[in-house]
């Protein structure tokens, strides 16, 4: 007998405002909790030292997950002058230190050298693997190893504040794999100083920002109120959301039901669409599939399995 799922069908996103000093798990545990769904993940991991936009996946949208942690993010971040850590925040020990601070001017023009494509190592404290393990478990056993650069992708780097000679205030646009902690940690190294993240907060995950992001202490209130569970499913956004920039695509119910039997259509008659590369199809309302269009052929590659 095939063993059933606990929890209820929940299906879409919640853009979660994740308090500081809870993990991206811990966030996505309790959310799940209050939701009693069955399934739940989240796009792209915060550390517990920084807070804000947390997209959270329940059900079939876990699916557009990677499209969600393949968008531009943005963050606003504090580098603290003076000191470099282990882990590259405030958390770690201080590994060095520095009595050189930096003016403004300096850092601006310290900052355009890290638009662009360019080649970052990440933190020692990471999830990237060394040969089958973690990095962060072989910093906390103190052994001996090497982080490769990887390249990454900066499109924006702005001072925000100078709140003091000690600290920095930075908002930045950047892409996928990029960690803000080495950002600061290699800032502080370009300026002749040394520098770490004291504070972090992501204001952007793709389609998702602060506009719609919903505290923890909010959706607690929520649950327990009169409103329950209907509250905070009026709370979450479709399963497409995730999906910006790619195009939407109206099929037939006859061809919904092909995709959905993960079988290709045509795209026919004189108001066929003309479209190449990704898409997904949009039924009575609700999405079928995601596919790729190529000679006016749909050939689905992921289907979804939601009612109306």
């Not at 079928?288 to 289907?303: C, D, H, N, T, W």
Request: aromatic share 6%; glycine share 12%; charged share 25%.
């Amino acid at each position: 007998m095939a063993r059933q799922r606990k929890g209820l069908p929940v299906h879409g996103w919640l853009v979660l405002d994740k308090p500081q000093g809870m993990t991206s798990t811990g966030a996505v545990g309790r959310v799940k909790h209050l939701y009693q769904a069955a399934k739940a993940g989240h796009a792209g991991t915060l550390d517990p030292l920084a807070s804000g936009i947390l997209p959270i996946a329940f059900g079939e949208a876990t699916k557009t997950v990677p499209f969600a942690v393949d968008g531009a993010k943005q963050y606003r971040f504090t580098v603290r002058f003076g000191a470099e850590t282990d882990t590259d925040d405030a958390e770690g020990k201080v590994t060095g230190t520095s009595d050189k601070r930096p003016a403004r001017p300096e850092i601006e023009a310290a900052l355009a050298r890290f638009v662009g494509a360019i080649q970052q190592v990440p933190p020692r404290y990471s999830a990237v693997k060394v040969a089958g393990a973690r990095a962060y478990d072989l910093a906390r056993d103190e052994q001996d190893f090497e982080l490769a650069p990887r390249e990454v992708v900066i499109a924006t780097l702005n001072v925000v504040d100078m709140p003091d000679r000690d600290h920095c205030v930075i908002e930045a646009e950047c892409g996928k794999g990029t960690y803000v902690r080495a950002l600061a940690r290699d800032l502080g190294r370009a300026l002749g100083s040394a520098g770490h993240v004291s504070a972090l907060r992501r204001t952007r995950v793709g389609g998702f920002d602060e506009g719609s992001a919903i505290p923890l202490p909010k959706l607690e209130e929520l649950a327990a109120g009169a409103g329950g569970r209907e509250a905070l499913l009026g709370l979450l956004a479709p399963v497409e959301t995730a999906l910006v920039g790619i195009p939407a695509l109206i099929v037939s119910a006859s061809d919904a039901a092909r995709l959905k039997q993960g079988q290709p259509v045509l795209l026919r008659g004189r108001d066929a669409p003309i479209l190449t590369g990704p898409v997904y199809a949009v039924s009575r309302g609700t999405i079928v599939a995601l596919g790729e269009v190529s000679q006016g052929e749909l050939k689905p590659y992921r289907i979804f399995n939601l009612s109306r």
